[in-house]
């Protein structure tokens, strides 16, 4: 008898057991079936190149000392929240052909001088359709490294005479002008400051009245 009262505590114990076990696994499919709901239901991110927007995702091959694969959402958190700590990202669009863009490479230089520590700098080489624009990725290169090459500021310059230092910094190959497309390049240059979750913070042709430095020192401080 008390062999048999014994086993009947037994099983009532692992009874139990296996009713906590399943209640445990319950619960837990229950919370993994709310999150995947919150995460379908979440309203899409508003993509696009206004200020508060989340600036498009896109794939190119860049060239930092060597041509390589680039994805602009792998420079990006989109957990940041402000007030955390994380890079932001200033982006650069550009025609090596382009007497704009050309002028203002001591301007970039002196940015990223001022603020590279802290904000990751991408140039988008793209090309405009004017006349005499017909870059190439040769040419994308010699306009960064300040190369020999007659070819920058559509055939008229040397790229060696660029203004500023050697960019030290990715140049982006959008010579397809998939990026330009995407982004809507209302023409060159162009800039777009994204916080550290690639909102959009500041758009150059959305608020003219501040020079992509002035842009840096409002969003970051004067001494970053």
Known sequence: MKTESRN???LKNDDAADARMLAFFGMSGLLSVVAV????????ADLGVDEGKLAPNFVSQAYDNSWSSFELYDHIDQTWSEGDEGEWIMLLFIDTDCSYCFNAGEE?????????????????ATELQLPNH???KKE??????KNDNSGCKADRTNCNQRPGDVHNWPYIDDLDRSIAEDYNLPGTPFYLLLSPD??????????SDLDPFGALQYHLGANA
């Open 8 to 10: 009947y505590r037994m």
């Open 37 to 44: 709901s919150v995460l379908l239901l979440a309203p899409p």
């Open 108 to 124: 970039h230089s002196d940015m990223y001088s001022a603020y590279g520590s802290s904000v990751k700098f991408f140039t988008v």
């Open 134 to 136: 017909d870059s190439s």
């Open 140 to 145: 994308i290169v010699d306009y960064k490294e």
């Open 198 to 207: 690639g909102i959009v913070q500041w758009n150059s042709q959305q608020t």
